[in-house]
Antibody, heavy 119, light 106 residues
Framework: QVQLVQSGAEVKKPGASVKVSCKVSGYTLTELSMHWVRQAPGKGLEWMGGFDPEDGETIYAQKFQGRVTMTEDTSTDTAYMELSSLRSEDTAVYYC????????????WGQGTLVTVSS | DIQMTQSPSSLSASVGDRVTITCQASQDISNYLNWYQQKPGKAPKLLIYDASNLETGVPSRFSGSGSGTDFTFTISSLQPEDIATYYCQQYDNLPTFGQGTRLEIK
């Protein structure tokens, strides 16, 4: 059973960066394909990017290209998502989620991390 | 990007009712379609994958069907614990979600 535990809530000023972590247990990170999905308050789900095992690369949604970086520390089985140049519209709950095999079916999710961007 | 149009956006039904939600893709996605349930303050939970396959541990009152561009999600007999928002998601291309259907008890 995969468990994903995310870091705590953050408050950031516009223009700053935030780095959210997602600690894996039950499996090693190398056995998983990690993705990130966000949800603005009262809104729907939005995929940000994730690892593509067929290419061996991380792919990002075009909307976030140049502003987001997803990394992994396999020594601690922790995934990270860093979003830069924050604006108020980035206020959201950020989820890590694992994709099943080479599909992008998200079967395990972290508990979510609220990032608030406010001056 | 492939657009997913989900309807209705909200739905009120009674316990025991049959509930149906539809999702339409902007292009053919074969059966690369999943359904998730999200309760307030919680992460989404996978219910149906590949359009019609029930995730392990999910009650059999949940089902999905469809292929190509038109998909249906059904709860055969609504239970109080089914109150949630439901999302479809395609993965034929980069993943996109429907806008969600908020389900309430009448």
């Amino acid at each position: 059973q995969v468990q994903l535990v995310q870091s705590g809530a953050e408050v950031k000023k516009p223009g700053a960066s935030v780095k959210v972590s997602c600690k894996v247990s039950g499996y090693t990170l190398t056995e998983l394909s990690m993705h990130w999905v966000r949800q603005a308050p009262g809104k729907g789900l939005e995929w940000m990017g994730g690892f593509d095992p067929e290419d061996g690369e991380t792919i990002y949604a075009q909307k976030f290209q140049g502003r987001v970086t997803m990394t992994e520390d396999t020594s601690t089985d922790t995934a990270y998502m860093e979003l830069s140049s924050l604006r108020s519209e980035d206020t959201a709950v950020y989820y890590c989620a694992t994709a099943r095999g080479s599909s992008r079916t998200f079967d395990y999710w972290g508990q979510g991390t609220l990032v608030t961007v406010s001056s | 990007d492939i657009q997913m149009t989900q309807s209705p956006s909200s739905l009120s039904a009674s316990v025991g009712d049959r509930v149906t939600i539809t999702c339409q893709a902007s292009q053919d996605i074969s059966n690369y379609l999943n359904w998730y349930q999200q309760k307030p303050g919680k992460a989404p939970k996978l219910l149906i994958y590949d359009a019609s396959n029930l995730e392990t541990g999910v009650p059999s009152r949940f089902s999905g069907s469809g292929s190509g561009t038109d998909f249906t999600f059904t709860i055969s007999s609504l239970q109080p614990e089914d109150i949630a928002t439901y999302y479809c998601q395609q993965y034929d291309n980069l993943p996109t979600f429907g806008q969600g259907t908020r389900l309430e008890i009448k």
